[in-house]
Antibody, heavy 118, light 110 residues
Framework: EVQLVESGGGLVQPGGSLRLSCAAS????????MHWVRQAPGKGLVWVSR????????DYADSVKGRFTISRDNVKNTLYLQIYSLRAEDTAVYYC???????????WGQGTLVTVSS | QSALTQPPSVSGSPGQSVSISCTGT?????????VSWYQQAPGTAPRLIIS???SRPSGVPDRFSGSKSGNTASLTISGLQAEDEADYYC??????????FGGGTKVTVL
């Protein structure tokens, strides 16, 4: 069974930094593209970033480019999202997602909440 | 990239059919057959229900179906059931190697 477990969320002051983690199990992590998607409270889904199986290919939404860095550790089966210069509008649940190989998102974690507030 | 356009809400009685539209442009929905749909029940993570416009993953009931015409994709729920009450989101891959979501549609079972 595919399992994706996010951690690292919490309350952060504006301008601060945070690293989110996603522990993956139940599949061959090193062979799959992985994504982050976020959802502000009461709002819709927004795609954030993706990373290739070897960790070299990376894409970002324009709204986060330059402030977010996606990475992975294929030995630890863990996906990361480093967030810098946090803003109030970054407040959201961040979901770790496995790429479904059909330009879709076939497995989702339960999400981790990031709250940016002073 | 602007968000795809979905109606904020649709409703229907049990057993009826409802459809949700997802309108994009010729550079996303209209360009590829790379539209997928997700169901999100309150307090839970989204779940994939349709991929590549019409493909239904294993375990998804066949009352869920997808289609596309031009720049608009659609999700139809036939034989609406109480457990189908949820938010539904469409998304499309774009030529910039990014994805754009719709704003979401709340389905209410009357």
């Amino acid at each position: 069974e595919v399992q994706l477990v996010e951690s690292g969320g919490g309350l952060v002051q504006p301008g601060g930094s945070l690293r989110l983690s996603c522990a993956a199990s139940g599949f061959t992590f090193s062979s799959r593209w992985m994504h982050w998607v976020r959802q502000a409270p009461g709002k819709g889904l927004v795609w954030v970033s993706r990373i290739s199986p070897d960790g070299i290919g990376k894409d970002y939404a324009d709204s986060v480019k330059g402030r977010f860095t996606i990475s992975r550790d294929n030995v630890k089966n863990t996906l990361y999202l480093q967030i810098y210069s946090l803003r109030a509008e970054d407040t959201a649940v961040y979901y770790c997602i496995r790429d479904g190989d059909k330009y879709d998102f076939d497995s989702w974690g339960q999400g981790t909440l990031v709250t940016v507030s002073s | 990239q602007s968000a795809l356009t979905q109606p904020p809400s649709v409703s229907g009685s049990p057993g009826q059919s409802v459809s949700i539209s997802c309108t994009g442009t010729s550079t996303d929905v209209g360009l590829y057959n790379r539209v997928s749909w997700y169901q999100q029940a309150p307090g839970t993570a989204p779940r994939l229900i349709i991929s590549e416009v019409t493909s239904r993953p294993s375990g998804v009931p066949d009352r869920f179906s997808g289609s596309k015409s031009g720049n608009t994709a659609s999700l139809t729920i036939s034989g609406l059931q109480a457990e189908d009450e949820a938010d539904y989101y469409c998304t499309s891959y774009t030529p910039r190697h990014t994805w754009v979501f719709g704003g979401g549609t709340k389905v209410t079972v009357l």
